[in-house]
T-cell receptor, first 114, second 111 residues
Framework: GQNIDQPTEMTATEGAIVQINCTYQTSGFNGLFWYQQHAGEAPTFLSYNVLDGLEEKGRFSSFLSRSKGYSYLLLKELQMKDSASYLCAVRDPHGRDSNYQLIWGAGTKLIIKP | EAQVTQNPRYLITVTGKKLTVTCSQNMNHEYMSWYRQDPGLGLRQIYYSMNVEVTDKGDVPEGYKVSRKEKRNFPLILESPSPNQTSLYFC??????????FGDGTRLSIL
């Protein structure tokens, strides 16, 4: 079956670095998305990985290993506003309407403490 | 400004009273989707649409209807709402191989 696993909750300290992991088991793979969602708000797009390696965007980086079915989101110099849920989603090329449909993880709630 | 607009943002209603949540996008996206989000369960897809007059069931379609008569609009209809449909609802849109854009959400409470 299709499955995406993320830790339910993580806690980190302001100014520190945190890594949020995502593992997936899908029938195929055609890209992985990370979204940020503040409580009660809409998810907003953070990053997209389709090839192995690290994509850096300011304080946020995302890594992908297709052979391991694994990705992580790295957040540096944590700020209080980074307290949010982080959603991992995978595009499966074998799925129906595969250029559009995503398989979603349940999200990781990140709590930042002063 | 590119956006997905949902209305209403909040609604409290009673069991059995038909309601419609509207969704409109201004990006000419062919794909639109409705999700519900409940604590601990993440985003679950209700229905999606690949283009005008083309709709398909997601993972949790029971109790919902949708229509796509125009490319920009994708309303979600609850013909006879029940308390288990109390949830946070999101509409999203995208074009091929691009990230999905989400509306601000509709918090629905059914008593």
């Amino acid at each position: 079956g299709q499955n995406i696993d993320q830790p339910t909750e993580m806690t980190a300290t302001e100014g520190a670095i945190v890594q949020i992991n995502c593992t997936y088991q899908t029938s195929g793979f055609n890209g992985l998305f990370w979204y940020q969602q503040h409580a009660g708000e809409a998810p907003t797009f953070l990053s997209y990985n389709v090839l192995d390696g690290l994509e850096e965007k300011g304080r946020f980086s995302s890594f992908l290993s297709r052979s391991k079915g694994y990705s992580y989101l790295l957040l540096k110099e944590l700020q209080m506003k980074d307290s949010a849920s982080y959603l991992c989603a995978v595009r499966d090329p074998h799925g129906r309407d595969s250029n559009y449909q995503l398989i979603w993880g349940a999200g990781t709630k990140l709590i930042i403490k002063p | 400004e590119a956006q997905v607009t949902q209305n209403p943002r909040y609604l409290i209603t009673v069991t059995g009273k038909k309601l419609t949540v509207t969704c409109s996008q201004n990006m000419n996206h062919e794909y639109m989707s409705w999700y519900r989000q409940d604590p601990g369960l993440g985003l679950r897809q209700i229905y999606y649409s690949m283009n005008v007059e083309v709709t398909d069931k997601g993972d949790v379609p029971e109790g919902y209807k949708v229509s796509r008569k125009e490319k920009r609009n994708f309303p979600l209809i609850l013909e006879s709402p029940s308390p288990n449909q109390t949830s946070l609802y999101f509409c999203a849109s995208s074009t091929s191989n691009q990230p999905q854009h989400f509306g601000d959400g509709t918090r629905l409470s059914i008593l």
